[in-house]
């Protein structure tokens, strides 16, 4: 079975900045899409920045230019840059992968625990 596992969040003053890292775990022979998506209290889950396994980007309007994702399939790791950190990017920040392989099977839309990132004023 695939477990993701983030890392990386923590407290920051606005402007810093932040390296998340997301590692899947298993018997992997291929993932498809990689992402990053955050909920903030009160508010729905939703898409910061994915990549696919070819390398196309996709980000959300609001961390544009500030925000990079990255992923090193070698290692079926994926990343996310995080700079000019503002306090409206706090939430709880989850990787998700949407499909994949494994010597055992497909596995599909997988999501990891999750880690706290908060911008303080």
């Known amino acids: 079975q695939v477990q993701l596992v983030e890392s990386g969040g923590g407290l920051v003053q606005a402007g810093g900045s932040l390296r998340l890292s997301c590692a899947a775990s298993?018997?992997?022979?291929?993932?498809?899409?990689l992402g990053w998506y955050r909920q903030a209290p009160g508010k729905q889950r939703g898409l910061v920045a994915s990549?696919?396994?070819?390398?196309?980007?996709n980000y959300a309007d609001s961390v544009k230019g500030r925000f990079t994702i990255s992923r090193d399939n070698a290692k079926n790791t994926v990343y996310l840059q995080m700079n000019s950190l503002k306090p409206e990017d706090t939430a709880v920040y989850y990787c998700?992968?949407?499909?994949?392989?494994?010597?055992?099977?497909?596995?599909?839309?997988?999501w990891g625990q999750g880690t706290q990132v908060t911008v303080s004023s």
């Open positions: 298993g018997s992997i022979t291929g993932i498809n899409v």
């Open positions: 990549m696919t396994s070819g390398g196309a980007t």
């Open positions: 998700n992968a949407d499909w994949v392989q494994t010597t055992r099977g497909n596995e599909w839309n997988l």
